[in-house]
């Protein structure tokens, strides 16, 4: 079986994998790492298929979050190589991004695990087997807290607050503000005030006739 045949094989085996994996705050479904590997993994040992990962670079760099919460977040650029039982092997070599970040000294671990993730859902084309959601086209009126919501994550992204696995430093911001309360459990009206108070304050600039900056 050559390397063709091998990732053939490998695609005939993993047909699709579910999202399996649930983000409670966005209420979406997500293929997290273990997932894939766990169905990806038994059909590269049946087949012979075997795929060794090449660092090409790593970013590394600390941020801080608006509780002053200091994090180390990391980029990594990396090459798999997909070597067949014959020996021979698959050109180019699969080259995929991965990024993340962590308070302790898991950022680079996780960036390689959203790395591996990508290239093996590339790689082998796994869809999740679930309906195309656009093949029926609704028009409707946007949900205020779905939008609410939306707003939250991408001024929590801005902070480094989010993962690919973890929303945790969103949480435990809004536990404090909230004195203890549970952000997923929070009603429309106190998620826009949250949002008012994470999000950046407008100031006034002399001199452009009293506009907002």
Same mark, same amino acid.
């Given at each position: ?8 094989? %490998? ?19 997500? =293929? ?7 169905? %990806?993994?038994?059909?590269? =040992?049946?087949?012979?298929? /075997? ?18 919460? =200091?994090? !180390?977040?990391?980029?990594?650029? /990396?090459?798999?190589?997909? !070597? ?11 080259? %995929? ?44 009126? /946007?949900?205020?807290?779905?939008? %609410? ?20 430093? +969103? ?20 998620? =826009?005030?949250? +949002? ?18």
């Amino acid at each position: 079986m050559n390397i063709q045949e091998a990732i053939t094989a %490998v695609m005939e085996d993993v047909r699709s994998i579910e999202k399996g994996d649930h983000n409670d705050f966005h209420n979406f479904a997500f =293929r997290g790492i273990d997932r894939v590997l766990n169905r %990806v993994g038994p059909a590269l =040992r049946s087949h012979g298929l /075997v795929v060794t990962p090449e660092l090409r670079s790593l970013d590394s760099r600390d941020i801080t979050t608006s509780k002053g919460k =200091r994090e !180390r977040e990391v980029t990594v650029t /990396v090459a798999y190589h997909f !070597r067949g039982p014959e020996g021979d092997s698959l050109e180019p070599p699969v080259v %995929v991004p991965g990024e993340a970040s962590d308070a302790g000294d898991k950022a680079v671990a996780k960036a390689m695990s959203v790395a591996q993730r990508t290239a093996y859902i590339q790689a082998f084309n796994i869809p999740t087997g679930e309906t195309d959601p656009d093949q029926h086209t609704i028009t409707r009126a /946007v949900d205020p807290l779905v939008k %609410v919501k939306t707003e939250i994550w991408a001024q929590a992204e801005k902070r480094g607050w989010i993962t690919d696995d973890s929303y945790q430093p +969103l949480a435990d911001d809004f536990g404090q503000w909230s004195q203890g309360r549970d952000i997923t459990e929070a009603d429309e009206k106190t998620l =826009r005030d949250y +949002l008012a108070h994470i999000r950046p304050k407008r100031t006034m600039r002399r001199g452009n006739g009293g506009q907002q900056s």
